[in-house]
Every structure is written in structure tokens, then in C-alpha cells.
């Protein structure tokens, strides 16, 4: 099961930080990723982690302002937004992917097995 926490109402340029609680004993067996889906548009990669954390992608759009990270002893994954702007607004899900390669990042929905409920970002501008 994977609960994410951390959305809120911000402006423009504010910061938020997004948390992803998973639950079970073999987190560190799964690579993280983070998407979001903005109102009446597609689910799209945001960010994504290996299972090991030496290894993180980005979306160009978020590049630079977004940090991915996670604290395997936790069960945790967060995303660190700052600069944000009001396209960042979407629903944020957390998801997670069963891999044995630890070195794997994935940006693909497809390689995620469980996604979390979703937490709302809105930048105002």
C-alpha cells in the first residue's frame, strides 16, 4: 500500500515537499516513481528513483526544481518541488515498481505494479 501526503494550495514559486509512505517488508526491492495528472489531461512522468537510490530521472519540465529521494530504512519516498508554477497543478501519485535490477529507474507507467490514492498540488499564480 503506498499513502502519499504533502499537497496542498501554494503560489507561484513556493515549495512543497511530497511524502509516500509504503507498507511491507520489501520496499527496498521496488524502484519509486512519482506522476502526476493535471484536469482533463494524461497521467505523466514526473520522477522516479532506482531501488537503491543511486539512480534518478526526471521529466525535462521538472528538471532542475523537483528532487526525488528515499529513505529505504523509512519505507519512504518523497519529492522535493520548489520554483513551482501554476503547470505544476495535477494530482500526484506515488507508484511503485518490482524490479531486481537495483541500478532501474523507470519512467514508464507500465513498469509500475501499485500506485497510490493521489495528493493535490495547486500552484496559484
Known amino acids: 500500500q503506498l499513502v502519499e501526503s504533502g499537497g496542498g494550495l501554494v503560489q507561484a514559486g513556493d515549495s512543497l515537499r511530497l511524502s509516500c509512505a509504503a507498507s511491507?517488508?520489501?520496499?527496498?526491492?521496488?524502484?519509486m516513481g512519482w506522476f502526476r495528472q493535471a484536469p482533463g489531461k494524461a497521467r505523466e512522468f514526473v520522477a522516479a528513483?532506482?531501488?537503491?537510490?543511486?539512480?534518478?530521472i526526471y521529466a525535462d519540465s521538472v528538471k532542475g526544481r523537483f528532487t526525488i529521494s528515499r529513505d529505504n530504512a523509512k519505507n519512504m519516498v518523497y519529492l522535493q518541488m520548489n520554483s513551482l508554477k501554476p503547470e505544476d497543478t495535477a494530482d500526484y501519485y506515488c507508484?511503485?515498481?518490482?524490479?531486481?535490477?537495483?541500478?532501474?529507474?523507470?519512467?514508464?507507467?507500465?513498469?509500475?505494479?501499485?500506485w497510490g490514492q493521489g495528493t493535490q498540488v495547486t500552484v496559484s499564480s
Open positions: 507508484a511503485a515498481a518490482a524490479t531486481a535490477n537495483s541500478g532501474a529507474a523507470y519512467s514508464s507507467q507500465y513498469n509500475y505494479n501499485y
Open positions: 511491507g517488508r520489501t520496499f527496498s526491492m521496488y524502484a
Open positions: 528513483i532506482s531501488r537503491s537510490g543511486t539512480s534518478t
